[in-house]
């Protein structure tokens, strides 16, 4: 072999170090990811999402920004892929396609024939706002939903299932059966009911509604990682060392409890994006004119069931290819991150 | 006995729980915005005297706590109070509603486990061929999908374009035909309740069946390479009796566990698929207290929806004390 030898030996170096740490650490959990078909997709899934949820912010908020100066100017006109006739209107605003011989008269509007044209490819809705504007603007509110109702959850379970597992005896007694109790009312229920006492049906209530319904089994899941990360002897020696609860409890137990709470959230915010759905469903969460799926699939049911079938179909297969790829990363993240499974 | 002692010392645990849900159900309800004095006056004239008659009559200008003590009073007994939309006793209400929420999400878990566990065994005896990959695909739809649109989508192709199976409402079997004008006989009726529910149940039991399915394959994999498998094997038992028996029932412990865990996930469910499809349930129940501002029905509602997940946990729970023999029905022993 015309390999030199320093090379040989970084190289056995670097190797060696892989074999200590070969199944822990970030660059090992991309690679397991990279080399998963599934976990990919998934991947892909959630990037495409993620762009377009982003792409559509940067849209719609364009004319706010300026003022109003650039208003007829979107993004979508600089991408030929989202060339559009007229220009993507901005959610909610879109109502210039509205036939003149129709004015404000919802129900007499007859929404274009399954299929669409050239210019709504999905044809519009009882409004005549263009469907897949609509579909696609969905994706913001769904994505951003999941992610800030996961993130409330997730970092308040943290917070209170630290503290329960970490001091034990009666601060963990209370703050269960505190947990336990509202685990107990189903999420749905508690979140309608939650979201009226605030104040009536808003997206932002429901955001905080699903947050909170959710810190139960965040915390359950962190109290029961704490519970075995405390008995650790790096905890002790901190604790021997003086170091103040509050700090053990950020520094190390959190993060090192952290691991399977990151695959547990990855799942979640697909079941959030699933209930925040229901909610709009509902409506009890993304009110009108935000195009939101649940929320056009509620009008597309409820009133065009036999005129419009299409309707119905596209914002549930947008909301089922969205979830799918939550659930698809978290699968291949939840393999990835464990040591045990062999490829 | 010793079961009977376990289900009873279950049933005593979840009490502070079910306090528990009704105070935080009991606040969010007292406390919110809605003012039910107003709502009861809707369109009538408001004077002072009335009001005050009202506020007396519904207990209202009583201190927060004395009023939780007098509702969990009437509780204990059975009164959940009056429900101002419908003028009606809440618990009647929920007695009557409570029938089709039950047929429902029962039935959803009958479909979801009639048809979960079949295929997670198949796709574990087959591993990694086609009819794996074929169920877990399937699974991987059935979680991501919402219920509401799978509701949807079988009503478009079973209702409105094939028109086999009507799109809304429920027939239940345990009402007598009479009431029913155009049914007769009780095979007839059995055949009506049959052909209503089967969409909300197939819609409701989806996402609980690939759950299902995806724990039943995970465990029967585990559960083919235990030491009891091997040793079957080696003792020339066909590979059918070991599916059947050796590997099967181990497999089927952590299933009661999801069965009672993802109850309040059926619940939520199910007052979305009765909304799709119109039922009579519970769930529409709670949907119209809600929009009416009924703060008594709503408080109702909620804690009878809570108290029957808490049910549902502690039968799942007897039950797996039952299946599972190593259980020692939490006593130390």
Known sequence: MAVGESQLDSETESGAEDEVEARVGWRYTVARIKQDTTARLGLYIVSFTLFVAMYTLIDSNLSRLTFGQVSDYTFAQLLPFFDHPTHIPPPGEGTQHMPPYFPLAEQSWNPLPAGGTLDHPLGTDHTGRDYFTRVVYGTQVSVFVGLISTFIGLSGGTIIGAVAGYYGGKVDDILMRIVETVYAIPPLILIIVFTVFIGGASIWYAVLGVGIAFIPIFARIIRSQVLSVREMDYIEAAQAAGVKDRNIIMRHVVPNSFAPMLVYATLQIGVTILIVAGLSFLGYGAQPPTPDWGQMLNIAHRNYMHSNIWLSIWPGIAIMITIMGFNLFGDGLQDALDPQIDD | ?333
């Open chain 2, 1 to 333: 006995m010793k079961l009977l002692k376990y289900a009873t010392y279950r049933l005593l645990q979840s009490i502070p729980v079910l306090i528990g849900i009704s105070v935080i159900t009991f606040l969010l309800a007292n406390l919110g915005p809605g003012d039910p004095v107003s709502l009861m006056l809707q369109g009538q004239e408001q004077n002072e005297q009335l009001v005050r008659a009202i506020e007396q009559r519904y207990g209202l200008n009583q201190p927060l706590h004395e009023r939780y003590l007098t509702y969990m009073g009437g509780l204990l007994e059975g009164d959940l109070g009056q429900s101002i939309h419908y003028r009606r006793p809440v618990a009647d209400l929920i007695l009557e509603r409570v029938g089709p929420t039950l047929l429902l999400v029962l039935s959803a878990y009958a479909f979801a486990l009639i048809t979960a566990i079949p295929l997670g065994v198949v796709a574990a005896d087959k591993r990694n061929e086609p009819s794996d990959h074929a169920s877990r695909v399937a699974a991987l739809i059935g979680v991501s999908t919402p219920s509401f649109w799978i509701g949807i989508v079988l009503i478009l192709i079973f209702a409105v374009k094939l028109e086999w199976l009507p799109s809304s409402g429920l027939v239940y079997p345990w009402r007598p035909p009479s009431t029913y004008r155009s049914i007769d006989g009780h095979l007839e009726l059995y055949y009506q309740s049959l052909r209503h529910l089967l969409l909300p149940m197939i819609a409701l039991g989806t996402l609980q069946m690939a759950t299902i399915m995806r724990v039943e394959r995970t465990q029967m994999i585990e559960s083919l390479q235990g030491e009891y498998v091997k040793l079957a094997r080696a003792y020339g038992v066909p590979e059918r009796t070991i599916l059947r028996k050796h590997a099967f029932q181990v497999a089927q412990l952590p299933i009661v566990t999801i069965v009672g865990a993802n109850l309040s996930t059926a619940i939520g469910g199910a007052v979305i698929v009765e909304t799709v499809f119109n039922i009579n349930g519970m769930g529409q129940l709670f949907v119209d207290a809600i929009q009416q501002n009924d703060y008594q029905l709503m408080m109702g509602v909620t804690m009878m929806l809570g108290v029957l997940f808490v049910l549902g946990v502690i039968v799942t729970d007897i039950s797996y004390a039952y299946i599972d023999p190593r259980v020692t029905y939490g006593e130390s022993e």
